[in-house]
């Protein structure tokens, strides 16, 4: 075979699509002067006791590789942090791994439980990830796609409508990213009859737990029945301001845990250690500055939320996570147009919808997570550019 | 004085920024811009908010540079007021920016501001040393504000951020 014909990039690789995400990326960072309401992460730097704990891990030496599953003192912090935040008992030895990000932890724990050709269920519009994965683990993505009049909750007739004899699991995700919509316990445990019913699992991706605002958070696996079947996925990132640090960890059943760890000690050894002993510290001591920051995301939504309502974008107002997820379908444009108008005449960066999935077409992410001014100006920016429409 | 939640939410957001305009004032506690300014208004009248400040860096200023000087007093204490008398005596100067009765090797804790160096001196030993019951005073200089009343001045806090990502 010639060159020219021949591609050495694999066949499920190369049918990935290039993350909607990277292309407003690139198109955003050629312009100057832009607010930028197209991060999905926090305006916070991350706490100063747990850059300082990091910064004196390093001072007295420890630089080497930590247990495969993460520094045991870090895993009994998760786990207490688990059974105080959440009524969650998990075992430190044995059910709890430290990861490179949730990220590593949605990876492992699609690789550890994905047979060739098995579907698993994507709720829609979602993180830009899930679908590749499942995808990269051998398995078929199968979108669920909620709806904006529901304000974006998974209703469990939705769930009936694609379930088949090859579904093994079902990935959740609230708060939500890009909704920020939050199921709460009534909405968790409807779904758990499904999941129980159809035998399903559930990768329960709980990274912005610590950021809802209105209800008590209700953790998946605390639903009766459910910790048998699930897959706790979360994070240091969002609640705690660390996103740079990549730093997650997943808690699950002995079996399931232990698959995911198999992998883990072949592709990655164990997580970074200066982010683990910065870790310890967060858990122990940083209760203060996330709810501090969890005040002041508050503060922002109710601001942001309402000024897209009054300046003509209809908005739910979401429970958790830091995005506001305005209806653009006002303007007749769609998402991409939209967005990439939005960013060229008026420099404000948004995400548009349709890369979280075909039910987020009609939609744009906007974060909130940037200074009170700088949603100020935003809203201002906006609202010129909706009134030349 | 026991606060309502509300009334809590909006002393914070306030302390921090004393310029925030009404209505995202309002929107951020989620009330309307009556209740907002009811609440804004009753604290203000109940002394909870005393005044609203702001924080000046002199030092860019041409011709303001100024200094400021923390000066320890020892003073003697009068039977009946205590230190409060001469308290009163010493913060009623206009020069005088704050005083704090302190514990431990001095007894009163007096911030000055004044335009020179020989402007503070000539306060501390025209008029303070010369007060009937201080004892003693010693003079510290300010040579740089590095954070203010829990602002830091000239903070790098630029968003570093990049500007799209997941
Ligand atoms: C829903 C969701 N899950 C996982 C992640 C990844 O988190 P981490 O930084 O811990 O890898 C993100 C980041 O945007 C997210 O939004």
């Given at each position: 075979?010639?060159r020219?014909?021949?591609?050495?990039?694999?066949?499920?690789?190369s049918?990935l699509?290039?993350?909607?995400?990277?292309r407003?990326?690139?198109?955003?960072?050629?312009?100057?002067g832009?607010?930028?309401?197209?991060?999905?992460?926090?305006?916070?730097?991350?706490a100063?006791?747990v850059?300082?704990?990091?910064?004196?891990s390093?001072?007295?030496?420890y630089?080497?590789?930590?247990?495969?599953a993460g520094?045991?003192e870090?895993r009994?912090?998760i786990?207490?942090y688990?059974?105080?935040k959440?009524?969650l008992?998990y075992?430190?030895?044995g059910?709890?791994?430290?990861t490179v990000?949730?990220?590593?932890?949605?990876?492992?724990?699609?690789r550890?439980?994905?047979?060739?050709?098995?579907?698993?269920?994507?709720v829609?519009?979602?993180?830009?990830?899930?679908?590749?994965?499942?995808?990269?683990?051998g398995g078929?993505?199968?979108?669920v796609?909620?709806?904006g009049?529901d304000q974006?909750k998974?209703?469990?007739?939705q769930?009936?409508e694609v379930?088949?004899?090859?579904?093994?699991?079902?990935?959740?995700?609230?708060?939500?990213?890009?909704t920020?919509t939050?199921?709460n316990q009534?909405?968790?445990?409807?779904?758990?009859?499904?999941?129980e019913?159809?035998?399903?699992?559930v990768i329960?991706?709980?990274i912005?737990?610590?950021?809802t605002?209105?209800?008590?958070y209700?953790s998946?696996?605390?639903?009766?029945?459910?910790?048998?079947?699930?897959i706790?996925?979360?994070g240091?990132?969002?609640g705690?301001a660390?996103?740079?640090?990549r730093?997650?960890?997943?808690?699950a059943?002995?079996?399931?845990?232990?698959a995911?760890?198999?992998i883990?000690?072949?592709?990655?050894?164990?997580?970074?250690?200066?982010?683990q002993y910065?870790a310890?510290?967060?858990?122990?001591?940083?209760?203060?500055?996330?709810d501090?920051m969890?005040?002041?995301?508050?503060?922002?939504?109710n601001?942001?939320?309402?000024?897209?309502?009054?300046?003509?974008?209809?908005?739910?107002l979401?429970g958790?996570?830091?995005?506001?997820f305005?209806?653009i379908?006002?303007?007749?444009?769609a998402?991409?147009q939209?967005?990439?108008?939005?960013?060229?005449?008026?420099?404000v960066?948004v995400?548009?919808g349709?890369?979280?999935?075909?039910s987020?077409?009609?939609?744009?992410?906007?974060?909130?997570?940037?200074s009170?001014?700088q949603l100020?100006?935003?809203?201002?920016?906006?609202?010129?550019?909706?009134?030349?429409l | 004085?026991?606060?309502t939640?509300?009334?809590?939410?909006?002393v914070?957001?306030v302390e921090k920024n004393?310029r925030?305009?009404l209505?995202?004032l309002?929107k951020?506690?989620a009330?309307?811009v009556?209740?907002?300014?009811?609440?804004?208004?009753?604290?203000?009248?109940?002394k909870?908010?005393?005044q609203?400040?702001?924080?000046?860096?002199?030092r860019?200023?041409?011709g303001?540079e100024?200094?400021?000087?923390?000066?320890?007093?020892?003073v003697?204490?009068k039977?009946?007021?205590g230190f409060?008398?001469?308290?009163?005596?010493?913060y009623r100067?206009?020069?005088?920016?704050?005083?704090?009765?302190m514990?431990?090797?001095y007894?009163?804790?007096v911030v000055?501001?004044?335009?020179?160096?020989?402007?503070?001196?000539?306060?501390?030993s025209?008029?303070l040393?010369t007060?009937?019951?201080?004892i003693?005073?010693?003079t510290?200089?300010?040579?740089?504000?590095?954070?203010h009343?829990?602002?830091?001045f000239?903070q790098?806090d630029q968003?570093?951020r990049i500007?799209?990502?997941?």
């Amino acid at each position: 075979m010639t060159r020219a014909t021949k591609t050495y990039v694999s066949e499920t690789v190369s049918r990935l699509k290039p993350s909607g995400i990277r292309r407003f990326f690139d198109l955003a960072a050629s312009m100057e002067g832009v607010i930028s309401l197209g991060v999905g992460e926090p305006d916070f730097v991350t706490a100063w006791s747990v850059r300082e704990a990091c910064i004196l891990s390093l001072e007295q030496g420890y630089t080497s590789y930590t247990a495969n599953a993460g520094l045991l003192e870090l895993r009994q912090e998760i786990s207490s942090y688990l059974s105080r935040k959440f009524g969650l008992f998990y075992r430190p030895e044995g059910e709890v791994l430290v990861t490179v990000g949730a990220s590593q932890a949605l990876d492992l724990a699609l690789r550890a439980i994905v047979n060739p050709g098995d579907e698993v269920i994507v709720v829609e519009p979602s993180f830009v990830s899930y679908g590749p994965l499942v995808a990269l683990a051998g398995g078929v993505p199968i979108s669920v796609r909620t709806n904006g009049a529901d304000q974006f909750k998974l209703r469990p007739q939705q769930i009936e409508e694609v379930v088949s004899s090859r579904t093994k699991a079902l990935i959740l995700c609230s708060p939500n990213n890009p909704t920020g919509t939050v199921l709460n316990q009534e909405d968790l445990a409807a779904i758990a009859r499904l999941v129980e019913k159809y035998d399903l699992l559930v990768i329960s991706d709980e990274i912005y737990a610590e950021l809802t605002y209105d209800e008590p958070y209700t953790s998946f696996p605390a639903v009766e029945g459910m910790r048998e079947r699930t897959i706790l996925v979360s994070g240091f990132s969002k609640g705690f301001a660390m996103t740079g640090w990549r730093l997650g960890f997943v808690a699950a059943p002995e079996e399931v845990l232990q698959a995911m760890l198999k992998i883990h000690q072949y592709t990655m050894m164990c997580a970074p250690t200066m982010a683990q002993y910065g870790a310890i510290e967060a858990l122990k001591n940083g209760e203060h500055d996330v709810d501090e920051m969890r005040k002041s995301y508050r503060r922002r939504r109710n601001y942001f939320v309402q000024s897209l309502n009054d300046i003509g974008l209809h908005c739910h107002l979401p429970g958790g996570a830091f995005y506001a997820f305005p209806s653009i379908a006002s303007t007749g444009m769609a998402s991409e147009q939209f967005a990439e108008r939005l960013l060229l005449e008026e420099k404000v960066a948004v995400v548009p919808g349709s890369v979280f999935g075909a039910s987020g077409e009609g939609y744009v992410r906007c974060s909130y997570a940037s200074s009170l001014e700088q949603l100020q100006e935003a809203i201002k920016r906006m609202k010129r550019f909706l009134s030349r429409l | 004085m026991k606060l309502t939640e509300k009334e809590l939410e909006i002393v914070e957001i306030v302390e921090k920024n004393a310029r925030i305009p009404l209505d995202t004032l309002a929107k951020m506690t989620a009330l309307t811009v009556e209740e907002a300014e009811s609440i804004l208004k009753k604290l203000e009248e109940t002394k909870v908010i005393v005044q609203y400040a702001t924080i000046v860096d002199w030092r860019k200023i041409d011709g303001h540079e100024g200094v400021t000087a923390m000066i320890d007093v020892k003073v003697t204490p009068k039977r009946g007021v205590g230190f409060d008398e001469v308290a009163e005596r010493i913060y009623r100067f206009p020069e005088v920016k704050s005083v704090y009765l302190m514990s431990g090797a001095y007894d009163l804790s007096v911030v000055i501001e004044g335009r020179s160096m020989a402007e503070v001196a000539h306060f501390v030993s025209e008029k303070l040393s010369t007060l009937d019951s201080v004892i003693s005073t010693t003079t510290h200089f300010i040579l740089k504000k590095y954070k203010h009343d829990g602002t830091v001045f000239d903070q790098g806090d630029q968003d570093r951020r990049i500007v799209v990502a997941p």
